[in-house]
């Protein structure tokens, strides 16, 4: 499974837009990228998933660039309620060989009034 | 109101005594999961189910067991829990569909402290 990177921390206000960027430069052909929201001692949630080029849903948008070697979370007009941990994964889909998600440490945002 | 649901959530017990954490899915899920949480380690896969009556090994199985004899319900089994067991665990399933996005749906978690 690739290796993704990601910066431990950011901080930003509400109101402004955040963009979380991940590396992931042994990416396989195969490989989707993913991103989950945790909030303390609750379970992972579901943000966006993408293969290349830009995906946007009502939450977040997904911009991949043609090498696939790294991906930028982008989240529109943050609140408090953003205040959380972002991971990145990378891997094959359920349906496409794989079986599980592999979590790294994540980046952990904190908004601010 | 579709969702995950895990029991107990809290869990207190001491080195040896058998326990079952259940997992319970009513979205119809073909697959599912279980996974551990510790400080400085993330998510980490314990076992995972394509369906039922099969499964297989994540990343630490050690320590643990799992069945899925029905489709909504895959429990993990501590046949004879440790210290080293203390940790947030956590429940996954997901749809298995081709050419749509991976989902996986979390429960709340169950805390579990192994004295």
């Known amino acids: 499974l690739a290796k993704t990177t990601q910066p431990i921390s950011m901080d930003s206000y509400e109101g402004q837009e955040v963009n979380i960027t991940c590396s992931h430069n042994?990416?396989?052909?195969?490989?989707?990228i993913t991103w989950y929201q945790q909030f303390p001692s609750q379970g992972p949630r579901f943000i966006i998933q993408?293969?290349?080029t830009k995906v946007t849903n009502e939450v977040a948008s997904l911009f991949i660039p043609a090498d696939r070697k790294s991906s930028t979370l982008s989240l529109p007009r943050v609140s408090l309620s953003d205040t959380a941990v972002y991971y990145c994964?990378?891997?094959?889909?359920?349906?496409?060989?794989?079986?599980?998600?592999?979590f790294g440490t994540g980046t952990q945002l904190k908004v601010e009034l | 109101e579709a969702q995950v649901t895990q029991n107990p959530r809290y869990l207190i017990t001491v080195t040896g005594k058998k326990l079952t954490v259940t997992c319970s899915q009513n979205?119809?899920?073909?697959?599912m999961s279980w996974y551990r949480q510790d400080p400085g380690l993330g998510l980490r896969q314990i076992y995972y189910?394509?369906?039922?009556?099969?499964?297989d090994k994540g990343d630490v199985p050690e320590g643990y067991k799992v069945s899925r004899k029905e489709k909504r319900n895959f429990p993990l089994i501590l046949e004879s829990p440790s210290p080293n067991q203390t940790s947030l665990y956590f429940c996954?399933?997901?749809?298995?569909?081709?050419?749509?996005?991976?989902?996986?749906?979390f429960g709340p978690g169950t805390r579990l402290t192994v004295t």
């Open positions: 996954a399933s997901s749809l298995l569909r081709t050419g749509r996005s991976d989902e996986q749906y």
């Open positions: 042994n990416i396989a052909t195969n490989d989707y």
């Open positions: 993408g293969y290349k």
């Open positions: 994964l990378v891997g094959p889909t359920l349906t496409g060989g794989g079986n599980k998600l592999t």
């Open positions: 979205m119809n899920h073909e697959y």
């Open positions: 189910s394509m369906n039922v009556e099969v499964t």
